[in-house]
């Protein structure tokens, strides 16, 4: 299994403005994913993090608006950029943890945007 | 890509009782994966289960891989159980990445 962080953990922010988030992992994963999950809907893949090298966007997400960073096997930020109350979502990341395959998925960041 | 339907989509019951969620998906997987998202949004991880049965407690789970569904039993049912139990899969072929079910929304009243 995996023990996953993420900072912060709630927020309220100003329509145009930018928020980073942050996940820790407490072991070295080779992937590292983000979702999205809107109010009352399910998680949806914005993208995959791999260390080394540029995140792979989903269809309907774009770099400029979610710029992901991964400067390490444990560690990950994603930025919404620009907000509007669209984006007002639970973000969470998730690790694949190999072997199984199995995925574990942060506490999440609940994000309000006004 | 491939599609996840989960059922019921809502599921009321009573302290005690038993229930069955079902989740079918439209073509063959690598992995399949039972969360429960609690109140507070937590995702846990309840099962990793691409084929076959296991149990956990109250909870068990069956994949039949060759018709393409998975059952989740929940047991002797309590009001913790509640929140939204969610169906995951990653296509064969498809590097990693989990697709969601729209899940179900299961409320235990005492």
């Known amino acids: 299994s995996a023990v996953i962080s993420q900072k912060p953990s709630r927020d309220i922010c100003q329509r145009g403005t930018s928020l980073t988030i942050q996940c820790q992992v407490d072991s070295q994963v080779t992937m590292m994913f983000w979702y999205r999950q809107q109010p009352g809907q399910s998680l949806t893949l914005i993208a995959t993090?791999?260390?080394?090298?540029?995140?792979?966007?989903e269809s309907g997400f774009v770099i400029d608006k979610f710029p992901i960073s991964r400067p390490n096997l444990t560690f990950s930020t994603l930025t919404v950029s620009n907000m509007s109350p669209e984006d007002s979502s639970i973000y969470l990341c998730s690790v694949d943890t190999g072997g199984t395959d199995t995925q574990y998925f942060g506490p999440g960041t609940r994000l309000t945007v006004l | 890509g491939i599609q996840v339907e989960q059922s019921p989509p809502d599921l009321i019951l009573q302290e005690g009782a038993n229930s069955t969620l079902r989740c079918n998906f439209s073509?063959?997987?690598?992995?399949l994966q039972w969360f429960h998202q609690n109140p507070w949004g937590q995702l846990i991880n309840l099962f990793y289960i691409p084929s076959g049965t296991k149990q956990n407690g109250r909870l068990s789970a069956t994949t039949v891989a060759t018709e393409r569904y998975s059952l989740l039993y929940i047991s002797s049912s309590q009001t913790t159980d509640s929140g939204v139990y969610f169906c995951a899969v990653e296509q064969q072929g498809g590097s990693e990445k989990l697709v969601f079910g729209k899940g179900t929304k299961l409320t235990v009243n005492p």
């Open positions: 073509d063959s997987v690598n992995n």
């Open positions: 993090a791999n260390q080394g090298s540029e995140a792979t966007y």
